[in-house]
């Protein structure tokens, strides 16, 4: 939020207090000061050392050089046509002007004006933004010829004062300008970006800030300001607006308040220029006087209002009473909001309608249908309240964030519309010399409740570690508009109307402390050790776990990544497809309108997104959401684990590396599954529903129960992803199976007598696995049989059709050194086995 010290000095006296200490303060107090703006006040200097505590950017204007002035008379330059000679006085001479401002060139050669128009006026050796220049470049303005005629000095445009960014025309002031006044006195400003965050929605406003001032400073917060530039016309004759406009609520979930008010008579034209150079510091564009008077009515309290031309109105009424009926739109109905765009609507957006049809999206953006325009004479004003997850959505549907919706959609009390309202019809009148009808059309069928809090001197030096007596305690809330009440030992504390934050009970102490330590300072409060007992300390086995897993992972050369929960059915169905999945109620995307249910399919995504790096070998740990009808969705954990790529990093020695393989993620799972501990596992060929490539992808089991299954993604399911050329090798484990197994942590002591090493080459039939025959050695070698690695895979015409040889490296060990002779014994059991149950032979 963009504001201007200005408008702040309207509500709270800031005499001795500097631009920066208003940003300290509002900072501590939580309200973060991101950079402020100057326009024409003295910018603050710095010494060698001295720290800039705030982002500062902007011109301080020069009080002798840059004055108010008046232009007396628009003379034709003699050799340019685009180009005009203004007799000015600046209060102390009377100088000849050279511009070529458009938007007084109507005035050329019409002779003496009746009436002065006022200006910012630059002399010769003023510094001032260049205004034709990209962006803000500084200049001195010099004596020099244009055109046969002397120009040494300027009237400005806002861009070259640095006000705005606009250079179409010069600043043309109000008519009680003081000539010869220093400009920098008159509209000098300095502007305060705030960062509003959610839990401060309610200083979106300039009175919410100077309350937070006054808080901060003692001062006195004025809470009424002069709206007045002249006497307004009276209302005695004028009908009350309750005669001619009734309202319906439909929903008061959604709309618990409705406030109309009506103004008569009013000529629309620009808003006084002061009102207009602080809306434009404060980021609004100005507009007209009506709509200005909305738009700084909305910034000084934080109601949003929108105007209706009521001729409008009345003409679709016909003979009847105008009724406003807010209610939900109907799927498809269509909208033309202020911006030009049809929008087409759905039950979840919220409609201020009549009995014709809708006229504005509710708390968002107005309709053209009843727009305020040139010829607008009558003016029916809103200030509602809606209920602030609704406007969200609907302003994130629509991808409207308009001002109005920024407030609304943090939550603004009910209490606000009928203030907000009887302000921007002052405005109005003051300014469009209109007539307010009495009284306002207040429909208020759902009136919030005030929280109320019991506080204690205890509570306050547990919490906050300071001591303060109830007395004081009141004071400091009472500053920020709490009613408070001294019972025999604690405080009873209603939080106020424009407070909807306050919570009761446990949460609601908290909120008032909170409010108590603002107010007191944070600053000021001591550092102190915690008092109370730490809890004892319990372990996370599971997080424990799962940390240790991520932990090998990374030893083993894997990256870790972190994907999204929400995802699409489309985007999962490239590797898998699942029937219901659990849906979110308000996505904030269409890509992210479920959760998911497969870990797998998240990696992969990222894994896409990085397909051009020469090797990626990345991991996630993670929940799936399984749903559960009637209740919440089951969360299992899971491991996924994604490679594909080079094998190693591209050398001068090194050509083309291979590409990763099934093996590459079977010797990783060995690490792994080693690291944990986990024995009796084997490798099997898998029956799962993934898409993996049939022959080269394998289920997992320990103790004869699956846990995982790994290997080639599925050629079919590849393409539908941008990878490369090389294989992509995908596992994914359930870690709800593999934590419960119980891991062996048995110590095996060094034998003191040598192995013997031993190879034998068996030939048998292609369809038996490796792991069986594996099984049998081990079976039939007993304890003596202390490893067994597979080392060699040949197949071959040769050796027969339908066969392979596998080739097994043996490690014999026994309590004893074992001879040639026990080595025999031992291979001629073991090949006598394999054939008797396999049929194999021994290869010679």
């Known amino acids: 939020m963009k504001l201007?010290?200005?408008?702040?000095?309207?509500?709270?006296?800031?005499?001795?207090?500097?631009?920066?200490?208003?940003?300290?303060?509002?900072?501590?107090?939580?309200?973060?000061?991101?950079?402020?703006?100057?326009?024409?006040?003295?910018?603050?200097?710095?010494?060698?050392?001295?720290?800039?505590?705030?982002?500062?950017?902007?011109?301080?204007?020069?009080?002798?050089?840059?004055?108010?002035?008046?232009i007396r008379e628009v003379k034709e330059h003699p050799n340019a046509d685009k180009l005009t000679l203004l007799d000015l006085y600046d209060?102390?001479?009377?100088?000849?002007?050279?511009?070529?401002?458009?938007?007084?060139?109507?005035?050329?050669?019409?002779?003496?004006?009746?009436?002065?128009?006022?200006?910012?006026?630059?002399?010769?050796?003023?510094?001032?933004?260049?205004?034709?220049?990209?962006?803000?470049?500084?200049?001195?303005?010099?004596?020099?010829?244009?055109?046969?005629?002397?120009?040494?000095?300027?009237?400005?445009?806002?861009?070259?004062?640095?006000?705005?960014?606009?250079?179409?025309?010069?600043?043309?002031?109000?008519?009680?300008?003081?000539?010869?006044?220093?400009?920098?006195?008159?509209?000098?400003?300095?502007?305060?970006?705030?960062?509003?965050?959610?839990?401060?929605?309610?200083?979106?406003?300039?009175?919410?800030?100077?309350?937070?001032?006054?808080?901060?400073?003692?001062?006195?917060?004025?809470?009424?300001?002069?709206?007045?530039?002249?006497?307004?016309?009276?209302?005695?004759?004028?009908?009350?607006?309750?005669?001619?406009?009734?309202?319906?609520?439909?929903?008061?979930?959604?709309?618990?308040?409705?406030?109309?008010?009506?103004?008569?008579?009013?000529?629309?034209?620009?808003?006084?220029?002061?009102?207009?150079?602080?809306?434009?510091?404060?980021?609004?564009?100005?507009?007209?006087?009506?709509?200005?008077?909305?738009?700084?009515?909305?910034?000084?309290?934080?109601?949003?209002?929108h105007a209706f031309d009521y001729d409008v109105l009345k003409e679709r009424a016909g003979e009847k009473k105008i009724k406003l009926i807010t209610r939900p739109a109907q799927e498809g109905e269509e909208l033309v909001t202020l911006d030009g765009e049809k929008r087409k609507l759905t039950s979840m957006n919220v409609l201020v309608c009549d009995e014709k049809s809708s006229l504005s999206l509710a708390g968002v953006m107005g309709g053209t249908e009843s727009e305020v325009t040139q010829n607008t004479r009558n003016v029916l004003l809103e200030g509602a309240a809606w209920n602030f997850i609704n406007i969200r959505r609907t302003a994130k549907q629509h991808n409207l964030p308009s001002e109005a919706s920024f407030r609304f959609s943090r939550g603004v009390h009910p209490a606000l519309a009928e203030t907000g309202v009887k302000r921007g019809l002052q405005y109005m009148a003051a300014w469009a010399n209109g007539s307010i009808a009495p009284g306002l059309v207040d429909v208020y069928p759902l009136k919030p409740k005030d929280s109320v809090v019991e506080v204690t001197p205890k509570d306050v030096k547990r919490l906050l570690g300071i001591e303060l007596t109830l007395e004081q305690i009141a004071e400091l809330l009472s500053r920020l508009e709490f009613k408070c009440e001294i019972t025999d030992h604690h405080l009873q504390v209603t939080a106020p109307a424009h407070r909807m934050d306050i919570d009761e009970g446990v949460v609601g102490l908290a909120d008032v402390l909170e409010e108590v330590a603002r107010s007191y300072g944070f600053d000021k409060i001591p550092t102190t050790t915690i008092s109370d007992a730490l809890p004892p300390?319990?372990?996370?086995?599971?997080?424990?776990?799962?940390?240790?897993?991520?932990?090998l992972l990374v030893a083993i050369g894997m990256q870790e990544v972190v994907t999204y929960r929400m995802t699409s059915p489309e985007r999962e169905g490239r590797v898998i497809a699942h029937g219901e999945y659990v849906r979110i109620a308000n996505p904030i995307a269409p890509e992210r309108s479920v959760l998911r249910q497969s870990l797998l399919a998240a990696v992969l995504e990222v894994a896409e997104k990085n397909a051009r790096a020469e090797s990626i070998v990345m991991f996630e740990v993670g929940s799936i959401f399984e749903p559960v009808k009637n209740d919440l969705p089951n969360e299992p954990r899971k491991l996924a684990i994604v490679m594909t790529g080079a094998r190693s990093a591209s050398a001068w020695d090194v050509k083309a590396a291979p590409a990763f393989d099934f093996y590459d993620m079977k010797g990783r799972i060995e690490l792994l599954l080693a690291g944990l501990r986990y024995t009796d596992i084997v490798y099997a060929e898998t029956e799962s529903t993934y898409s993996l490539h049939p022959g080269k992808s394998a289920e997992v089991k320990i103790n004869g129960q699956v846990v995982g299954v790994f290997g080639e993604l599925h050629p079919l399911a590849k393409e539908k992803y941008e990878f490369g050329d090389a294989p992509v090798i995908v596992a994914e484990f359930d870690l709800e199976k593999l934590r419960t197994l119980n891991p062996s942590y048995g110590i095996i002591p060094v034998s003191e007598f040598p192995p013997m090493y031993e190879d034998i080459a068996i030939i048998l039939d292609e369809s038996v696995a490796a792991s069986a025959v594996e099984a049998l050695i081990r079976q039939t070698g007993g304890k003596t049989v202390t490893d067994v690695r597979l080392f060699d895979v040949y197949r071959d015409e040769k050796i027969g059709a339908g066969k392979k040889s596998l080739a097994y490296s043996l490690t014999y060990q026994a309590a004893k050194t074992l001879t040639d002779a026990d080595a025999a014994a031992i291979r001629n059991k073991i090949v006598k086995r394999l054939e008797n149950t396999i049929g194999a032979k021994l290869r010679s």
Request: glycine share 10%; hydrophobic share 40%; with cysteine.
């Open 4 to 70: 201007p010290i200005s408008w702040l000095k309207d509500f709270i006296d800031l005499d001795g207090i500097t631009v920066e200490d208003i940003a300290r303060k509002l900072t501590l107090a939580g309200l973060e000061v991101d950079e402020i703006l100057y326009a024409g006040l003295p910018m603050p200097t710095y010494g060698a050392g001295e720290k800039h505590e705030f982002k500062t950017n902007g011109i301080a204007w020069d009080k002798e050089k840059i004055v108010v002035a008046e």
């Open 91 to 305: 209060g102390q001479q009377e100088q000849v002007v050279l511009t070529g401002a458009p938007n007084i060139f109507h005035l050329k050669g019409t002779g003496k004006l009746p009436k002065p128009i006022k200006v910012a006026y630059a002399k010769e050796g003023a510094t001032i933004y260049d205004g034709h220049a990209d962006g803000l470049v500084l200049t001195t303005l010099k004596r020099a010829k244009i055109r046969g005629v002397d120009s040494y000095s300027m009237v400005c445009s806002e861009k070259e004062l640095g006000i705005t960014g606009e250079h179409e025309g010069i600043i043309l002031l109000d008519d009680d300008a003081p000539v010869g006044m220093s400009l920098a006195d008159h509209i000098g400003d300095a502007v305060l970006d705030i960062s509003i965050l959610p839990n401060m929605a309610r200083n979106a406003n300039v009175i919410g800030i100077a309350r937070e001032l006054a808080a901060l400073t003692g001062r006195e917060l004025r809470k009424q300001v002069n709206t007045e530039t002249g006497k307004q016309p009276s209302t005695l004759n004028l009908q009350p607006v309750t005669d001619l406009v009734e309202i319906e609520i439909t929903n008061s979930e959604l709309n618990p308040r409705f406030v109309a008010g009506l103004i008569r008579g009013v000529e629309i034209k620009p808003s006084p220029y002061q009102i207009q150079r602080r809306l434009k510091l404060a980021g609004i564009r100005a507009i007209n006087n009506i709509v200005d008077a909305t738009n700084y009515a909305m910034i000084e309290l934080g109601e949003p209002l």
């Open 537 to 551: 300390q319990a372990g996370n086995p599971i997080h424990e776990w799962e940390e240790h897993l991520r932990d």
